[in-house]
């Protein structure tokens, strides 16, 4: 998601804005960070959603082997 600068002008809003966009399991983790940096909430975003992705495929194959 890119934005214009003149549309959100501090980082703190451009992280909100960036929030809201998230999906809610993943704003769930990552709004406890409180981070004001948008390249941290976005690495943070992004390693959360890796973790998603690990935990369900871990969860499918624990599924496959019932």
């Known amino acids: ?10 980082e703190r809003a451009r992280c909100n804005r960036y929030e809201q966009g998230l999906n809610p399991r993943i704003k769930m983790i990552v709004a406890k960070s409180e981070t004001t940096d948008l390249a941290t909430l976005r690495e943070a975003a992004m390693r959360a959603e890796d973790l998603m ?12 082997r019932k």
């Open 1 to 10: 998601m890119t934005f214009a600068m003149e549309l959100v002008p501090t």
């Open 53 to 64: 992705n690990e935990m369900g495929a871990q969860m499918a194959e624990g599924r496959k």
